[in-house]
């Protein structure tokens, strides 16, 4: 696994270990280096000189982050990972899901995507919600696995804080008073859909 790690540090020196995030989100690459602290390096799909879009065409979380995974390692025969994360509503059958990102169309615009949520939920009672993420991690063999991690909670009537991104604004975790924006990256790390998937993600590569 280690060696694995050192894939963009062609010379393994003592430098932090390199890992590619097959993602252009820089809040997403923000919490995700946060979590993974100064042992690892997270380098984006900019850091690297890619700004091709990914298409995002499966149903399901994983199958996303698989799709993403892939193009990673068969462009760059590379380790690597990729992670796809969304939005359920229950009263709206789960809804935006997989299509989270680009629930008011393209192109992406989180004011947008949460405009739209809270007109469709206006008037609605049952406001309850989670974040879902999963992560593909395709190592150097070409070998997958995946870690999910999701946090209940409910979508609030109007936007509340500055930090984070996407629903971030709108989505008040379970036991919580804060919605995810008023929460510091520290806070979030602690207890987000994400955080506990990298939890996983991060066990998994450190007992290798």
């Known amino acids: 696994m280690k060696d694995d790690l050192y894939f963009y540090n062609e010379n393994h020196t003592s430098k932090p270990m390199r890992l590619l995030f097959c993602s252009t989100n820089l809040g997403k690459t923000q919490e995700i280096q946060y979590k993974f602290g100064k042992f690892i390096d997270i380098q984006n799909l900019l850091d690297v ?15 996303n982050a698989l799709l993403k995974a892939q193009y990673g390692y068969e462009k760059f025969k590379l380790a690597c990972f990729s992670d796809d994360s969304g939005l359920e509503v229950i009263a709206l059958n789960n809804q935006p ?6 629930y008011a169309g393209v192109p992406k615009s989180d004011k947008r995507n949460m405009d739209k949520l809270l007109f469709e939920l206006k008037g609605l009672k049952n406001r309850k919600a989670c974040f879902k993420t999963v992560i593909v991690y395709i190592d150097s063999s070409g070998k997958a696995f ?5 946090i209940e ?3 609030i009537e109007e936007k509340r804080g500055e930090h984070g991104f996407g629903y971030d604004p709108i ?11 008023e929460m510091s ?3 979030k790390s602690e207890l987000s859909h994400r955080a506990i998937a990298l939890e ?9």
């Open 49 to 63: 000189g890619c700004e091709e879009a990914i298409p995002e065409t499966a149903n399901s979380f994983e199958g």
């Open 153 to 155: 909670g409910e979508i």
């Open 97 to 102: 899901g997989v299509f989270s990102a680009r």
């Open 146 to 150: 995946s870690f999910e991690g999701k």
């Open 200 to 208: 996983k993600f991060h066990a998994f590569i450190f007992k290798k």
């Open 185 to 187: 990256l520290a806070e």
């Open 171 to 181: 989505f008040q975790p379970k036991g919580y008073a804060k919605t995810f924006a």
